[in-house]
C-alpha cells in the first residue's frame, strides 16, 4: 500500500472514531491539560480537518494539498505530546482508537515516523514534476515545508499559553483531572454515619459524633489501632447543649456550642475539658493559637453574620470585623461557608457554600485577599423558604451548593464539589470530585477523584502532608498520595 493511501485510511479512522465516541473524546480533550479551553471547538474542527485532508488525499489534483495539510496536522499534534510531556502540570492518559496500547512515547515515536514518510513523499514528488536542477528543486521544497510545520508547532504553543491563562483568570468552569493521584490504603467500618473529623496529628486523627457529643474516637494513622474514650465536663451540670462540637488542635481537646456561650478546652490527653465564658454566640470556630480564635457570629446591629477574632488575653474580649463576609441576598445563609486555618502559610481561610470565592486572611484579619474557585457561579442562588406561623427561615431543594467540604495543608487547599463541569461524565456513588488550588498563587491548579466504591458520597475531609482522611458514609477512609507533581500514562 501507497503512503498516500495508508494517510488517507488513518485521517478516515481517526476522525470517524472520534465521532463514534464523541462523548469521550469531549471528556477527554475537556479535561487536556493544554487545551481545555478551546476543546467546544476542538472537539468539532479536529475530525473535520481529518475528513477534509482524506478527501484532499483522495483527488489527483489535491494529492499535494492533503500531503502538506497532513504534515502540519501531524507536527501539531507532535508538538501537543512535546507539551504534555515536559511542560503540562500533568500527563493524562492516552488517546483511545487503534492507538490506545501506545504510550505518549511511543505516539511520539509513531508521530515523528508518519512526519518522516509524509518529507520523503513530498521530496519525491517535488523532484519528480520538478524542471529545474535538483538543487533548486530541493531549496524551493524546504521553505514552504519549514514555514508550515512552523506554523502548525506555533499554532499549539499559542494555544497552550491562552488556554491556561483562560483558566486561570476566566475561571471557565472547565477542570484538569489528574488520574490517580491517591491510592485508597485502609478503610474502617465505624457503623453510624454520625461521626465527623474533629481534627489531625503528627501521628493520629480524631473523630466527633454529633449522636454521642462526648464520645472521643481516636485512631493511628494507617486506622490500625483504634481507641474511644469519653470526655469528662467539669462545672457544666447548668450547660444545656443544643449541638456541640469536637475539635482537636495539637495537644488541645476543645468542646464548644456556639449557641451557649462557652467553651470548654482541656489536655488532649486527659480528655478532662473545663468551661471558659465567652462574650459573645458563634455560628463557627476555629482555633488559632494558644487562646485565640477565629469565628462567625451574628451582628447585633444588622443581624448578619460577620467573622471576629477572640482572645482570652484580650481584655476587649473580643472584635467583629465587618464587610469580609460580603452580603448578596440576606447576610445569612448567602455568606454560609467552611472556615478553617492553614498552620503552615499561618492563613485563616473561608470559603463560600454558594459562591465561587474563598478568602486567604492573616491572623488578625487585616489583609484579606479575595480568589475565585473554578465554578462559574459568584451570585449566591438561594432558595429561601419560610415556615408558616414559625417565623423560621431554612433552604430550599433549589438552592445550589458550590462547595461541600473543605481541607488545606502545605500550599494547598482542597474543595469537594458535586457540581459537574464542563465535558465531564455523570458522577456516579464510588467518587468524588475534589478540585485543588496553591494558596500562596491563588490560582486553580487541578482536580481529582477520590475512590470509594460502593460507599456513600464524601461527607467529611481532612489533609496533613501525602494523607488523605474521608468519611463517606459509614465509613473511614485513608488515602496515600501516589504523586508529588506529575502523572505518567498508564
Known sequence: MGVVPLFMLLWVYAATAKLLEFEAFS????????LSAYAGILVWLVPLSEYVLSTLLLIPKTKNIGLYGSLCLMTAFTTYIIIILNYADFVPCSCGGILEALSWTEHLLFNGFCIILILLVLFINRLSFSNQSQHRSLANGLLPLGSGMLFSSVMVIVLFLTSEKQIHRNNAFIRRYIPHVFDQKQVYDLGVNSYYIAGLTTDSIYLGNSTAPFTLLSFDKNLSDFNSSQIKLENASDIKFLASKVKVNDSVL????????VLFSGALQSRKITPRRTPFYFTKLQPLASNRY???SRAAATNENELGLYSYADTSGFKLIPQILERQVDGIFDVEGFLT????LQRIIYVYRFRNEY???????NEVHRKKLIDTISIAQLQIDTIAGKGQRKLGSNTIH??????????????????????EPELDDGRSIVDVYDLNKGLYTHSLYLQHPG???LMDLALKNNQVYAICGTYLIH??????????PN
Open 359 to 365: 478568602l486567604i486572611m492573616d491572623t488578625n484579619l
Open 254 to 261: 476543645l468542646l464548644y456550642d456556639g449557641t451557649v456561650p
Open 455 to 457: 460507599m456513600k458520597p
Open 27 to 34: 471528556i477527554q480533550l475537556g479535561q487536556s491539560p493544554l
Open 341 to 344: 486555618f492553614n498552620e503552615e
Open 402 to 423: 458550590v462547595s461541600n467540604t473543605i481541607a488545606t495543608s502545605g500550599k494547598q487547599l482542597y474543595v469537594h464539589s458535586k457540581r459537574l463541569g464542563k465535558y
Open 479 to 488: 488515602y496515600q498520595k501516589t504523586i508529588q507533581n506529575r502523572v505518567t
Open 294 to 296: 477565629a469565628f462567625t
